[in-house]
């Protein structure tokens, strides 16, 4: 099995965990509740009209509260069981959107059009070997001036171990195998005990040069000393939404933003 076929695997048998936990709050979702963050709310703006291409969209739930934001959405994943479970969703709320699956890196044999926006957010690009095929295909689906956004977590954060010593290169390297024992939401053990997640880590210099190369104008760069999500070991909230490393604070980034347009 290739690397790709790996991640399938783990994220078809995560994505019904993830469904049930209170980490992804599917019955808040399902009475309203928008499962997107102050930040990337604020700083892609209004999309009310807009074709929007989430990239590695999961179980779409933040491709649905980008469709009940007012965009026209298609998501994409390379989780069977991740598109199943989005396309249920999307039928049982009556949001309209299309849900495609597909490596990120196999678009163009399934997606034939170009969007206002292409969407990436945390926990994406880590699954992706090679930033400037992933760059050129952000390129090949927006519109001329289309916008590109991405909110992700600091590389600077995956260099720590689980007790937050520098333990992994800052810059590209070999990818990282791990077995899946569990992932970041509460219930979640594992039944399999064969899935492996493969990874690689992307400098912030892999990730501009990546898009710049392409024909993104980087429009605005930011990074924050906090996570929205507590997700990796180690973290404490310091205000509500905001979690800070425990051994360092605020004092390092946690995760950053990218606005980009198409000249
Ligand atoms: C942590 S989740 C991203 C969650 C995202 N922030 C969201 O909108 O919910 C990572 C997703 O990437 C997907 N994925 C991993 N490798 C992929 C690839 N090569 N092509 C497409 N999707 C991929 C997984 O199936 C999983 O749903």
Request: hydrophobic content about 35%.
């Amino acid at each position: 099995m290739d690397n790709f076929e790996h991640n399938r695997e783990s994220w078809n048998e995560l994505t019904a965990l993830h469904a049930e936990s209170s980490f992804y709050d599917l019955e808040g979702f399902k009475k309203g509740k928008t499962s997107l963050n102050h930040i990337e709310i604020e700083e892609l703006g209004d999309i009310k009209g807009k074709k929007l291409l989430h990239l590695q969209c999961h179980f779409g739930m933040d491709t649905l509260s980008l469709a009940r934001q007012g965009a026209e959405v298609v998501g994409v994943d390379i989780s069977d069981a991740s598109i199943q479970k989005a396309r249920e969703m999307s039928a049982e709320l009556k949001i309209p959107a299309k849900f495609v699956r597909s490596n990120v890196y196999d678009i163009e044999n399934v997606l034939n059009e170009t969007f206002d926006i292409v969407y990436v957010s945390y926990g994406a690009i880590n699954w992706l070997d090679d930033l400037d095929k992933w760059a050129k295909i952000i390129s090949r689906y927006l519109k001329p001036n289309g916008t590109f956004y991405m909110v992700e977590f600091h590389p600077f954060r995956y260099m720590f171990n689980d007790q937050s010593e520098i333990s992994y290169s800052y810059f590209k390297s070999k990818p990282y195998e791990t077995v899946v024992d569990k992932s970041y939401t509460e219930e979640s053990e594992i039944s399999n005990k064969d899935l492996k997640h493969i990874e690689w880590h992307h400098s912030l210099s892999e990730v501009i040069n990546s898009l710049i190369t392409n024909g993104l104008k980087i429009e605005f760069f930011n990074e924050f000393p906090y996570q929205v999500y507590n997700c990796f070991p180690n973290l404490i909230e310091d205000e509500k939404g905001k979690w800070v490393s425990k051994k360092y604070g605020d004092k390092i980034p946690l995760m950053y933003s990218i606005k980009a347009r198409k000249v």
